[in-house]
């Protein structure tokens, strides 16, 4: 027994001297610390007000939500244990689990999950995204102590609206600590009943979350129950795709997310590190099309740019095939996927300078850009994060005649230009989500200036159809709706579909347990060094 230990020390100390597991040599199930690297900081950790997905990976540690999507895309109990609807989805009724605690003591009941959806609504919140993701919301009561109803305005899918719930957009926050802080300081003293206590964000914008060691209310959706098995995780940002996978290379971190393309191979081929992947559902990488500016205004325009786009040598070339090129609104693993977007606008550039001369945008032979009225066919392209794919739009635009001026911004940066329509004329974004009402909180007019209808694009016939949408219970007819709307979308011009992202994660060989949910926000409940 004794050299038996005495060699299992030797080889924690061998180990720690090459430096790749130093942080977690020797750890217990129950023991060590996971360092994530991640592409960017978190904007907010409020899940009321951040439409982030930085600040959505720190979120789902630290908050529970109602219900939670499991593999199979069935819902299982969370701090709900059971839920019901009347007959024309309008009315939700929740049992609530008894015993479960707020970070802060705050007891978690019904009273509590009325608060959490009236402050989502409140103005005072100034929410980016759980506003939307919650439809209709009209108001909720309390039945009892733990059953709680939640009322809508116009009927909504069970189904839309569940998916909603398990998403941590829509998670429960400790109503004590959220009027303590207030809104704007909140995401810093962020106060759950999840797995993870938020212990502190540092001026390096890393956080450090530690664990709850009277967890015991786990969702079914996870392998294990009671409490997690790692003692802390730390989010670091580091926005330089080269430096962040050095660090799981030098042992700095443990989970390096979003690798790049040219990374991917080196660590798959790696013995000591591992590489897990996701397919994205729900709104692809975009170039919105702000219908508002006076050159995009033209759907003609807007159609010629489509045509000249060619999503798929993007995919080929730029991004090594570890993207997907993408054709619609909808990346093709959201169930509702209309392959029919796919034929609706082929690479053409001829096709593409047939309209743009229709328009009246004629080709200047000397500077090769496109002129109207004196005026060059120019506008502007604002990014987030990916120069590549706007060097290459850039090219490609070039060829028919039009001159982008694309730029990297930040997140602030692109939430405050796209409040008004005339800071921009084309924006990027993406959101993972898992049904088809991205739709609606991207495209419904309701959401220009204040959400993410980036585009500007209003009609209340086009409206009505996101809403028909959103309450058709039929799981088969809304497929048929939401078929239709990709159509009118694409036929609208109203956006460029760049790629469907893949994301890719590198992580040490020796950590188990770790999946993606909704194919990019990583699940670490289950995680643990073997």
Known sequence: MRLGKLFVVVVCMSVLLFGVYASVACAGKYEGVLRVAMRSKAHSCDPHVTGDRRGYTVIMNVC??????????????????????????????????????????TPFNAEAVVYNFDRVVDPKTKSRFAASVIGPYEKSRAVDNFTVEVKFSKPIAPTAFLDSLSQAYLSMVSPTAAEKWGPDDFSRHLVGTGPYIFKDWNAQDRITLVRNEDYNWASPVFKHSGKPYLEKLVFIPISEDATRTATLQTGEADIVMELAEESVGELRASKVFQVVYGDVPGCPVIFWMNVEHPILSDVRVRRAILYGFDSAL????????????????????????????????????????????????????????????GKPLKFDLSDLQDARRGVFFQGLMREIGIEVDAR???????????????????ASTWFAYSDPDVLRLLYHSSNVGTGFAISRYRDQAFDQMLEDALSEPDSERRKLLYSKIQEEIMNLGLLVPVYARRQHDGLRKNLVGYRLDRGQYPVLFDVYYE
């Not at 593999?71 to 609807?85: C, F, I, P």
């Open 64 to 105: 529970d939500t109602l219900v939670y999507k499991d593999v199979d895309n069935t819902y299982k109990r969370g701090l709900a244990e059971d839920w019901s609807w009347n007959e024309d989805g309008t009315v939700f009724t929740f049992k609530l689990r008894d015993g479960v605690k707020f970070h802060d003591g």
């Open 408 to 426: 990297i911004v930040t997140d602030d940066i692109l939430w405050q230009i796209t409040r008004t329509g005339d800071t921009y004329a084309m």
């Open 314 to 373: 993007l995919a080929r070339t730029t991004y090594r095939g570890l993207v997907t090129p993408v054709y619609g609104p909808l990346g093709s693993t959201t169930w509702t996927y209309n392959p029919a977007v796919e034929k609706m606008y082929p690479y053409d550039s001829q096709k593409a300078g047939e309209l743009l001369d229709e328009a009246g945008w004629k080709m200047n032979k000397k500077t090769g850009i496109r002129e109207k009225d």
